[in-house]
């Protein structure tokens, strides 16, 4: 159980707001002015932040936002707050602050706003604690049926769990055929419910006739862990279709829901060994086409010497913070001549120019796929994201933690947004596309925006692949 306190004190230790409330203001007061102390005499002294400091069953961290200082009180009774969980807290922490307290004036804030601020902060952080669990999925409510498909419709048999979702589903699947588009292995599905305000993972196993359905049913707070999953999952789920042994709906079940979340990927990186002004530079003119396949999960070759090369894939992480990705970062020569093969499954692979001109040659690589030729200064791809480098333009000369959260958000939206349509999945597909429009037109974002959220969303939902 991990109970939380946040406090919200200026620069100069003037105590503005705590939540939850505090019986006595005086201790409180005395309390916080004591903390931004310590953090100011760390700064003078060491030439550093202070971070944090534990004592017994709790942890007091600081995190310095604009020209105000947020305090953390946790209190992890059950002991399973990570140092790494920690960190994620206080991010979160940060990235829903900045934007709120920037500009804002320390000595006119009232104490209205700055309880608003901190029951903001309370609510951001508890949802994150809720989904950032090792295995986020033992959350999720679990259910199971049997379908049958008949020419006079479909019949639910051997239903497990009360769901009432579950004759929704039910019909979505067989509306859309599903049995046939995923006739042949395991199949992962998302759909968001709007009725019930949660999101569906849906496992499905058929012979066409005959399909047997695991469902997984999470709140929102848990949408942008089961978005990053679902390549996980998805991987999971084509492990236990290869293997010979007969899994029943059960056992697949409990596999996915023991994945661990790994987080996403920029979360094990240095922020300050990232560089998008470098990498704007040596990209050139045709970022946006990197930017692109970034964002919507679409493959991309980084060619040139290895210390750069990684450097390009590190950076580009900042577009692709919504995902879980894999990344292959050096495909070595040795790989190709000796093994006769070499791993492009990873979602960013970097290469030498050597090795991608042999890949390029026996049509492994094509033009049409998304590359960065850091020797020549070509970047080719068939699509570009106008909308995110428009943002980056905007923003890339804020500080690099500040550019990452601005990313992140808009990141937020766009998975946001990508979960909102694969609701359309319950309606046939005359109705789908008015829906379509009705959910593009309500979401107030660009064409081109909405187009990027829709090809994340077939890909977490192959029976919407006729919107494309």
Not at 278 to 306: C, Q, T, W
Not at 321 to 332: A, L
Request: glycine share 4%; charged share 25%.
């Amino acid at each position: 159980m991990l109970n939380i306190k946040v406090s919200l004190v200026t620069s100069t230790g003037i105590l503005l707001a705590s939540k939850p409330e505090v019986v006595d203001d005086t201790r409180q007061i005395l309390a916080t002015g004591l903390m931004t102390a310590l953090i100011s005499f760390s700064k003078e002294v060491h030439h550093r932040e202070l971070q944090s400091i534990s004592y017994h069953d709790r942890t007091v961290s600081f995190v310095r936002v604009h020209d105000f200082v947020l305090i953390l009180e946790t209190i992890d009774e059950d002991s399973t707050l990570t140092e790494k969980r920690l960190g994620q807290l206080l991010e979160q922490l940060k990235s829903c602050t900045e934007p709120i307290l920037e500009g804002v004036d320390p000595d006119i804030i009232t104490d209205g706003e700055a309880e608003i601020i901190l029951d903001k902060c309370l609510q951001d952080i508890q949802l994150l604690h809720y989904s950032i669990s090792e295995q986020p999925l033992h959350k999720a409510e679990r259910a199971q049926f049997t379908l049958l498909h008949t020419d006079k419709g479909w019949e639910i048999k051997d239903k497990v769990g009360s769901g009432s979702f579950i004759p929704t589903i039910a019909l979505m699947l067989d509306t859309l055929k599903a049995n046939e588009k995923c006739k042949g292995a395991l199949r992962g599905i998302i759909t968001h419910l709007p009725e019930d305000n949660s999101t569906v993972y849906i496992i499905v196993d058929t012979d066409g006739q005959t399909s047997k359905i695991g469902i997984l049913k999470t709140p929102r707070e848990l949408d942008l862990v089961l978005f990053r999953l679902f390549t996980m999952m998805d991987q999971m789920l084509h492990i236990l279709s290869e293997e010979e042994s007969d899994h029943n709906m059960e056992e697949i079940i409990n596999t996915l829901m023991d994945i661990d979340d790994p987080g996403n990927r920029i979360s094990s990186i240095n922020l300050e060994d990232l560089s998008p002004s470098f990498l704007e530079r040596i990209v050139g003119r045709n970022l946006d086409k990197a930017i692109y396949s970034a964002v919507v999960g679409e493959p991309i070759f980084v060619i040139g010497d290895k210390p750069t090369v990684k450097l390009v894939i590190d950076t580009l992480s900042i577009f692709n913070q919504h995902m879980q990705t894999s990344v292959n970062p050096w495909i070595s020569e040795t790989e190709i001549t000796q093994n006769g093969k070499c791993d492009l499954t990873a979602r960013i692979c970097g290469m030498s120019t050597k090795v991608y001109k042999i890949l390029f040659d026996n049509e492994t690589l094509t033009e049409s796929d998304t590359s960065i030729n850091l020797n020549s200064g070509k970047t080719t791809g068939l699509k570009s994201s106008s909308h995110f480098k428009k943002l980056y333009d905007t923003i890339k000369k804020l500080s690099i933690s500040e550019l990452v959260t601005k990313i992140a958000l808009e990141l937020e939206n766009i998975v946001s947004l990508s979960l909102d349509l694969t609701s359309i999945s319950l309606v046939d597909e005359t109705k789908g596309r008015i829906k379509l429009k009705e959910l593009s037109s309500k979401s107030g974002y660009s064409s081109s925006f909405v187009r990027k959220a829709l090809e994340m969303t077939v890909k977490r939902n192959m029976l919407l692949d006729y919107l494309l």
